[in-house]
């Protein structure tokens, strides 16, 4: 629990919170200043509060801190153990991360201690050679504005070749995939690094070019906070822009906006919160899950 991305948000907030209070006497809208600005948008509706009602008792009635001392966050074995275990994974190592001073840790787990439900099992080559010079490759052309030439192979088997533009690399967790999103001829492209044949940087830079805009979706969903359902919502659909309100103690409403390109993908990750998450609007979405659910009953039979 307390190695997940919201728990180390959280940390960073009220530190930040607590130097500030060890100097002067904090407000309640500064604190939420603070936390919208460095947490997660969701975050407006439990920090503040916790600080406020004495949940987490480390400010006076004044807004000052009560510890002397900020607090530091110094590696323990476990933690050294889940970042290894991180690092092991072959998608964080085509980043090329250092694992200095992890050399001697034992992973806390391995990849193969997973079994992955409802996903394809065609993913990416992560230990492939070629895949790794590629996808490095990608990686420093975004970086530096670089060119690129690819010759990559299309879905039905055809070669395509262009010169296109990097913008961004993005991961598909339904195909555990990685796709290049580029500029090629004034339009948008996409691109499965895993079908790139050939890559060659060109001398040309360009710097700022903007990948124009994806059509955009939206879908309302009505959660109920059981078994952490509302940090695991947080944790599923933290990369996608979104609104979230709270009703009650246990009922919030989300509207995610998406690419239309990413509906198979939403629509999994919504389908795994069972019947605490249940689709509103609009109405072809829900047709979708309805659809998605009968096929799998059918299958079952």
């Known amino acids: 629990m ?10 960073q907030v009220v530190a930040e919170i607590l130097e500030l209070a060890s100097r002067e006497a904090v407000s309640e809208k500064k ?12 975050s407006v509706l439990s920090i503040p509060a916790a600080l406020k009602d004495g949940r987490w008792p480390l400010l006076d009635e004044d807004g000052r801190a009560l510890l002397k001392n900020i607090p530091s966050m110094p590696m323990t074995i476990l933690e050294k153990r889940w970042l290894k275990a991180l690092l092991s994974d072959p998608r964080i190592a085509l980043f090329g991360p250092s694992v200095a001073g992890l050399e001697d840790v034992e992973p806390l787990f391995t990849s193969d201690m997973f ?3 409802d996903r394809y099992a065609d993913g990416d080559p992560y230990d492939d050679w070629r895949y790794v010079e590629h996808f490095r490759m990608i990686m420093t052309a975004l970086k530096e504005g670089r060119k690129l030439r690819v010759r990559f192979r299309m879905r039905k088997g055809k070669e395509c070749r262009m010169i296109c533009v990097p913008c961004k690399l993005e991961y598909s967790a339904k195909d555990d995939k990685f796709r290049l999103l580029a500029i090629a001829g004034g339009g948008r492209v ?11 940087f060109l001398a040309e830079c360009e710097s700022g070019a903007t990948l124009p805009a994806c059509e955009k979706q939206e879908v309302e969903l009505l959660l109920v906070d059981e078994r952490n359902a509302l940090e695991r919502a947080m944790l599923h659909f933290s990369h ?32 795994s919160f ?16 309805r659809e998605r659910l009968e096929r799998q009953k059918r299958l079952q039979e």
Do not use: Q, W
């Open 31 to 42: 604190i939420r200043e603070i936390v919208e600005k460095k947490a997660f948008s969701e």
């Open 274 to 289: 069972g019947p605490r998450l249940r689709v509103v609007a609009p109405e072809e979405f829900v047709e979708r899950i």
């Open 2 to 11: 307390i190695f997940s991305e919201i728990y180390g948000t959280y940390f």
């Open 240 to 271: 996608f822009e979104k609104v979230t309100e709270r009703l009650d103690e246990r009922h919030y409403h989300f509207l995610l906006r998406y690419e239309k390109e990413d509906e198979t993908e939403m629509l999994v990750r919504i389908l």
């Open 190 to 200: 996409t691109i499965n690094v895993a079908r790139i044949l050939e890559c060659r």
């Open 115 to 117: 079994v992955y439900f």
